[in-house]
């Protein structure tokens, strides 16, 4: 049930671009993203509701392939304040007609001067 | 718009002993959870309240941990007695939907168990 990331730890230099990728043994209808500071409550980025769609958070940016059960997360030019772990979510649906969030494992993310 | 409240934001206990957790969600979300979520891991989906009924408590050791939310609105968390393993950060969210819709998380509880 729960989403696989990769990689399972990226550092860059600031500038520099990274993807992250979230993928699922089961047909997703949607992807959340959400970072987490050291520390910190995750915050959300974003969520990607239908398959190839794409959406933008600042220069971080998504896209959502239903077909590939996949969604990747794309860095560009990171800064500092981009430091963190990134977790993806999908949704498992459940009996009731209710739905619940099951999160991988995270994705650390190391900028550097 | 005020966040997700918790308390306390740290507590440490001794083995066996009992410990609770308070959570205030964001006013007019329906959808309550509470999270454990140990070092290096993602956020594990203890209990998902959706009102004031349960509708997800799968994860939950129900041998020792206990939540209930009166009035479909705070939350507490209740774990007796306490094992070196519950040691994580626990967190509460809420949410309009939890699948179109974001998790607003609170600050966290840093729990640790001597």
Redesign the interface.
């Known amino acids: 049930q ?1 989403p696989v990331q990769s990689p399972q730890a990226v550092i860059l230099r600031e500038g520099e671009d990274a993807v992250i990728n979230c993928s699922s043994s089961k047909a997703l ?2 992807v ?1 993203w ?1 970072r987490q500071k050291h520390g ?5 980025l974003m ?1 990607l ?1 239908k398959g190839g769609e794409q959406k933008g958070h600042e220069k971080i940016s998504a896209s959502f392939n239903e077909k590939k059960q996949q969604s990747s997360l794309y860095l560009t030019a990171s800064q500092l304040s981009y430091s963190g772990t990134y ?1 993806c979510g999908t ?1 498992f ?2 009996s ?1 007609g ?9 994705t650390r993310l190391a900028v550097h001067p | 718009e005020a966040g997700v409240a918790q308390s306390p934001r740290y507590k440490i206990i001794e083995k066996r002993q009992s410990v609770a957790f308070w959570c205030n969600p964001i006013s007019g979300h329906a959808t309550l959870y509470w999270y454990q979520q140990i070092l290096g891991q993602g956020p594990k989906l203890l209990i998902q309240f959706q009102n004031n009924g349960v509708v997800d408590d799968s994860q939950l050791p129900k041998d020792r941990f206990s939540a209930e939310r009166l009035k479909g609105v705070d939350s507490t968390l209740k774990i007796q007695p306490a094992k070196l393993e519950d040691s994580a950060v626990y967190l509460c969210a809420s949410s309009l939907d939890p699948a179109r819709h974001e998790q607003f998380f609170g600050p966290g509880t840093r729990l640790t168990v001597l």
């Open positions: 729960q209808y949607s959340h959400y910190e409550a995750p915050v959300f969520i509701l977790f949704p649906s459940f009731g209710y739905n619940k969030l099951i999160f991988g494992a995270g």
